[in-house]
């Protein structure tokens, strides 16, 4: 199987990346889909939020 890597920086994303991580999900594809998410230092605590999809 084929195999989709994405990665995303975030910074003070924590109101966005939610439905970001979602839509990026709904995407129908037959390949695995691996999503890395960088946060640089976020104070809103998007680096410490867990994102169950």
């Known amino acids: 199987m084929q195999k989709l890597s994405i990665?995303?920086?975030i910074f003070n994303e924590q109101s966005a990346i939610l439905?970001?991580?979602k839509r990026i999900e709904a995407?129908?594809?037959?390949?695995?889909k691996?999503?890395?998410?960088v946060d640089d230092c976020s104070n809103d605590g998007t680096g410490w939020r867990r994102f169950g999809i």
């Open 7 to 9: 990665v995303i920086p």
């Open 19 to 21: 439905e970001i991580l």
């Open 27 to 32: 995407v129908a594809l037959s390949w695995e």
């Open 34 to 37: 691996e999503i890395i998410l």
